[in-house]
């Protein structure tokens, strides 16, 4: 790309383009603004990034997010300055839960415009608070050679604290002064003589080098020692997930140790190679003599802790040893227990189990695992088989039967990730799953989803009404949207989540202020969105409008369910399917 000489900001603003395309960059989403025209004209006149451009912040911000899910690499969000930026705020605070590269670009009002009552300027220094890996507020625009080695240095750091040590968001301020539009001045237009654009982007990394791979001490013969061992494969988004699942394999083969698969890790949907790999984990556990019985002594876990509530009660009570496997270097402990950090890959653990020990041979420990997991397993199936009404538990496990081969796969949070957990259907299809379980919010699903969508294979996203209703602004960026997204939709007017806990059994406003019904008629909102909607009356009508899916567009799937009597179903049935036990 030829640097733009029309004036001092363009100058800045494509160098700084050029730049972040030259260190990787693909996507830039951009949303609309005076301050940042000269961000937005760089971007959109680069010829090799993607730049999409986006009304509401909020969802810009969670549409970068899944884009950035799926590509493993940073994707850059741009916005004018004033209260455009605090609408990214949401979506940093998941980037930096979740561990997610963005690089976050605020146009900002020069120093003499602040603090003195100038329009669309606040205080826009260090916005996201500790969230970001690291921040910086750029120079005011030059174009003095000193000052333009300067933004090439601090691009350079700025991409590899992305990425490095840990991924995450790092926010550039950018302050600009007149002129914003591209007017030329021809004291500028005549530098462009004299620039060596050849010489100026020698030398730059392609990558920032990964940290050096190292050995670790591990207990590895106390490991092999217990018989009570087991492995937790907790929520994961690793950006290879076959070499994740093999490395999980390797390491439960060496130890004879049973694998606990939450419902959104992949390790779900490469099941041919774990053997010993348990699910219904949460339904064995509600049975108090299964959960007395199947003790741990030692836990591996790998990845972050798992959504299932009794899962982490019966850790709480059992009190094993624990090792979480993360590279990290966060505390990923919230239940405090016996546990010791291992901040490195699961890779990196396996391959010393290969090198160090023979495989263990099953034990009567994994048998009882084994024989829990079968007999729970097949109740629970048989339970859903029979069940005929629309049960919004049932899509999950409709999901994970019908859709093709490698789909990737938007779970909203609330009540669809804890059906996942409790009915997804182990298999070898390889779906991608993708989620926003940094910080738990229903913020920005359908945005994120669509990121993820975006450019990729025909998607799915499994979502509930309040979620969809929080992020409605999201449809506006089908305008721009290349894919397909299938959105099945478990319309129940309300949120369901709120019926499984606590405070449903109180009298107090419960409908009102927690479930919030809305009474939505979905088929008039698609339409005012130009998207295509359709009413879901059988299982049947799903699994064939999930198999094969469209290549193109967006379209809603609803389910209408009863909200109070899915509740009921689960109270009656989840604590019903584990497997009778034989002293």
Known sequence: MAIDFTNTNLVWASILVEMLARLGLKTAVICPGSRSAPLAIAFANHPTIDAIPVLDERSAAFFALGVARQQHQPVALICTSGTAGANFYPAVIEAYESRVPLLILTADRPPELRDCNAGQAIDQ????????????????????PALLVYLRQTLIHAWEHTLFPTPGVVHLNIPLREPLAPIPD?????????????????????????????????????????????????????????????AIAVISSFLGYP?????????????NLIPNLISTYDLILRNAAWAEKLAPAIILRIGEMPTSKQLRTW??????RQWVIDPSGRNLDPLHGRTIHLHCSVEQVAA???????????NPYWHLWQTAETETRQNRDRALSKTTHLFEGKAAWMLSRCLPPNTPLFISSSTPVRDVDFFWVPGNSKIQLFFNRGANGIDGSLSTALGVAHR?????????????????????????????????????????IFEMLAIAQFDLPFEEFFALPQSIDFAHLCKTYGVEHERITT?????????????????????????????????????????????
């Not at 998607?459 to 999201?474: C, E, W």
């Not at 409008?545 to 989840?574: F, M, Y």
């Open 186 to 246: 021809p004291s500028v237009q005549a530098q462009a003589l004299t620039f060596n654009a050849t010489h100026f982007f020698s030398a730059l990394p392609s990558t920032p080098s990964p940290l050096p791979s190292f050995t670790l001490p591990l207990p590895l013969a106390h490991w092999q020692a217990s018989s009570q061992g087991i492995i937790i494969a907790g929520l994961a988004q690793p950006n290879d997930p076959e070499a994740y699942c093999e």
């Open 125 to 144: 220094q260090k916005l996201y608070g500790s969230f970001p890996n690291w921040y910086a507020e750029l120079a005011i625009a030059s174009i003095e």
């Open 539 to 583: 299982w049947d009508h799903l699994a064939d409008r999930l198999n094969p899916l469209p290549k193109s567009g967006i379209r809603v799937l609803e389910l209408c369910t009863d909200r109070k009597a899915d509740a009921q179903w689960r109270h009656n049935h989840l604590g019903t399917f584990a497997a009778k036990i034989n002293d």
């Open 352 to 362: 010393q189990f290969v090198q160090d020990l023979n495989p263990a041979k099953t």
């Open 456 to 496: 990729n294979q025909s998607s799915v996203m499994l979502t509930g009404d309040l979620a969809l209703l929080h992020d409605t602004n999201g449809f506006l960026l089908q305008q721009h949207f290349i894919g397909h997204l299938t959105i099945v939709l478990i319309n129940n007017n309300g949120g369901g």
């Open 315 to 320: 850790l709480t009570a059992t009190e094993p």
């Open 259 to 271: 694998v606990l698969a939450e419902g959104l890790s992949p390790v779900r949907n490469y099941a």
